[in-house]
């Protein structure tokens, strides 16, 4: 199968090498063409994904038109680039093509819609649009550590092909209809990490973490319900298994710039530090905006707190209070469990 990687970051090499190691002629795209050539020749990007080498059969190049030919066009850019990389992949996207979202997040420019509801806007519905989601850092996918993920689109032809594609023996792809489920685990487990960062980051303990992670995942699913999602999804591994690798794994740059901040970095100066993108600074906004006016609502203490801490300058003695001494109630609150038909 031919098929176009777009985004040279390091999910984009880790899915590269994977891709062509599983027998698939593929071809990475990069926005820089320094960069490209860089990889063309070197086959390595130390800064991102040091020691893992893309095999000599890997074609780099910074011409978008390498969408045409592919069978899939696996998209794996930043969120904030999405929108701008879709729209110069348009007019060599054929209708025969799926296109597969490894970028976790939602779109500012459009309403904070998922980056799903992006692309089949952009490409006006003409190839089905694959979300693949889970636990899986690059720099683990990259060196072959076993990984397992899940391929959400209401497509189930396209599910499947993406799932045959990118199978084998390390890495394992489940299928599932409900894509906005999955990719609102996908996004919201980013806030959790910050707060998790935050949590360790001043000393609070573990205690304050496994709180945070089953008081976020329950937050997750409120909100997924709310927005059309399934409540079984985030038990799943594109809710509570990115969830946990994210909120404790080393690679998380969510969970490295929570420990900046709860360490008295300004939430700006831990971005700067850590030198790329914190999807969980942008998905708390788009949260909190796409969570007002909606029953659920007072229903995300944990959002909100990151949010008042990330964009209010609320300090973060007055964020744990006001998460600590919240009304009492109870755990499973019957406004949510309304919403769940098993």
Not at 263 to 270: D, L, T
Request: overall charge negative; aromatic content about 6%; hydrophobic content about 45%.
């Amino acid at each position: 199968m031919k098929i176009s990687v777009i985004g040279s970051g390091s999910w984009g090499i880790a899915a590269a090498k994977m891709l062509c190691e599983n027998g698939h002629e593929v071809t990475l795209w990069s926005f820089n063409e320094n960069e490209a050539a860089m990889l063309q020749q070197d086959r390595e990007n130390p800064a991102l994904l040091p020691g893992i080498k893309l095999p000599g059969q890997v074609r780099v190049t910074s011409d978008i038109a390498c969408v045409q030919p592919a069978e899939l066009a696996v998209v794996a850019t930043p969120s904030f680039a999405v929108f701008e990389t879709a729209q110069k992949m348009r007019p060599y996207l054929g209708k025969k093509q799926a296109v597969v979202l490894l970028s976790k997040g939602f779109d500012k420019n459009s309403g904070y819609s998922l980056l799903s509801d992006l692309l089949e806007r952009v490409f006006m519905g003409a190839a089905p649009v694959v979300a693949l989601t889970g636990p899986s850092h690059a720099e683990e996918v990259g060196r072959g550590i076993p990984t397992a993920v899940v391929a959400a689109s209401m497509n189930k032809t396209a599910a499947e092909a993406v799932q045959a594609a990118f199978m084998n023996p390390s890495f394992r792809v489940y299928t599932t209809p409900d894509i906005v489920g999955a990719e609102l685990g996908g996004a919201m487990k980013n806030i959790m990490a910050l707060a998790v960062g935050v949590s360790d980051g001043a000393g609070f303990g573990d205690n304050t973490k496994a709180m945070l992670m089953t008081r976020g995942i329950m937050e997750m699913a409120r909100f997924g319900v709310a927005m059309g999602g399934r409540p079984e999804t985030f038990t799943g591994l594109s809710g509570v298994g990115d969830l946990i690798v994210t909120c404790i794994s080393q690679h998380s740059r969510n969970r490295r710039a929570g420990l900046l901040i709860g360490g008295g970095a300004s939430p700006e100066e831990a971005i700067r530090q850590v030198g790329a993108t914190v999807e969980g600074y942008f998905a708390a906004q788009a949260v909190h905006e796409l969570a007002k006016g909606k029953e659920v609502a007072e229903q995300l203490p944990i959002c909100q707190a990151v949010y008042s801490l990330l964009y209010e300058g609320v300090s973060l003695d007055d964020t744990v209070k006001a998460l600590m001494t919240r009304d009492k109630k109870g755990e499973i609150e019957e406004s949510w469990m309304k919403h769940i038909q098993w």
